[in-house]
């Protein structure tokens, strides 16, 4: 039996199903003589031309009749907003005019690279500055909501941690990766993103109950390019990120466990069998970009009242994109996804026919690991909300060794 553990934030794919794992982001498309797919000392600055659009559409709890409401990029009379836009009131925005400090998308190539690199290069580029702007946009329209009264504030607070929360999952290298792929992979086109539900809780008034991004970067079809003499010599693109390095790590984890609390129930279940695998890819901005890419592990028979969770396996869902500061990795709110399996009993009979009960679980928090510069790496109180329960999980430090 499969079930979903919650619904909380994800990017989804085309059938509203949380995205698990790469789907191709992060991967080389190959464009010859443009950085940074191919490796040269230095290259000719090209500026893409073309035009952009992006809206964003959320349906909130307790918003009334003027449900769901649009957030455009740009709009089409700027000195007159209307109260309640829709998408009909977003405008297109010339790519050097891209809003919120978003640099004009550029391609970096070398005088014999094939006019299809240039342009695709130009595509990815600008699939990128989109997504960036969408971040931007999302924060900037949390940050401008204000409750016209005292007694709405705490709703308008809901949504805004919401807002953060989907700018914070999207700004996650994978995941922005994968939305600037979506992007550039249909140009000319209005890309909708689903992001899932809010990390807020559903039954709270401004709880985000679903949200869409909808996302263009179209190229002029007559000069998709042009050469600017002042621009000289570059070495990268400007907004598709660079990397200078990667390694790839794993190891098994000795100790952890799993502690449940809520209203019926106060568990603490002990973690075996368990193992991790990581990579860490170095940018040419020296950002480190973190992924968790498995993570696998049994928990211990357990009880809560009259339900027993017996033969229960943790695995990860697909790899959580995170950042890596100082000894601190950070997970965005619904970047780390556990699939649970488990067979459950009540009153000593077995669900489901005795078939296993199998559920994904998402961070409605930003979790936190720790990756230490012995190489030691572990959790701490990673958290997951479902409904009223709370499942937070902890590890003890274990020793990574690099996978050649």
């Known amino acids: 039996m499969a079930a979903c553990g919650d619904d909380g934030p994800c990017l989804q794919d085309d059938k509203g199903e949380c995205i698990a794992g790469e789907t191709g982001a992060g991967t080389d498309p190959g464009f010859e003589g443009c950085a940074p797919h191919d490796q040269f000392e230095v290259g000719a600055e090209l500026t893409c031309q073309g035009e952009g659009t992006g809206w964003l559409v959320t349906d909130v709890y307790g918003a009334g009749k003027q449900n769901p409401l649009t957030s455009c990029l740009a709009y089409e009379d700027p000195l007159n907003i209307p109260e309640f836009p829709t998408p009909d009131d977003c405008a297109s925005v010339p790519l050097y005019q891209i809003p919120l400090g978003i640099p004009t998308p550029t391609a970096c190539c070398t005088d014999d690279a094939a006019e299809e690199s240039v342009v695709g290069t130009c595509e990815l580029d600008c699939g990128f500055a989109a997504c960036n702007a969408a971040i931007a946009a999302i924060r900037a329209s949390a940050d401008a909501l204000v409750a016209p009264e005292p007694i709405l504030e705490g709703a308008y607070d809901i949504s805004k941690a919401d807002l953060y929360a989907y700018a914070d999952m999207l700004e996650a290298p994978l995941y922005l990766a994968r939305c600037a792929e979506q992007v550039a992979e249909n140009p000319d086109e209005i890309v909708e993103l689903g992001l899932g539900g809010g990390a807020s809780s559903p039954t709270k008034f401004g709880h985000i109950k679903d949200a869409t991004l909808h996302l263009s970067c179209a190229l002029d079809p007559e000069e998709p390019y042009a050469s600017d003499p002042s621009a000289g010599a570059c070495e990268e693109p400007t907004n598709i990120p660079a990397s200078m390095a990667e390694q790839e790590a794993g190891g098994s984890i000795a100790a952890g466990a799993v502690t449940v609390s809520g209203p019926s129930a106060q568990i603490t279940a002990a973690i075996h069998n368990a193992s ?21 592990a049994d928990v211990v028979d357990t009880s809560a009242g009259s339900f027993e969770f017996r033969n229960t396996h943790i695995s ?45 679980f998402g961070n409605d928090t930003h979790a936190t690991a720790i990756r230490g510069l012995d190489g030691s790496f572990h959790f701490v109180d990673a958290t997951f909300v479902v409904g009223e329960y709370t499942a937070v999980l902890n590890t003890e430090p274990s020793v990574l060794a690099p996978v050649q």
């Open 316 to 360: 990860l869902g697909g790899p959580a994109s995170g950042t890596l500061e100082g000894e601190a990795v950070t997970f965005a709110p619904g970047t780390l996804r556990f699939v649970v399996n488990a067979s459950v009993l009540v009153d000593g009979e077995a669900l489901y026919g005795g078939l296993p009960a199998i559920a994904e």
């Open 276 to 296: 991790v695998s990581t990579r860490e890819t170095l940018n040419r901005d020296m950002s480190v970009d973190f992924t968790l890419t498995a993570f696998e």
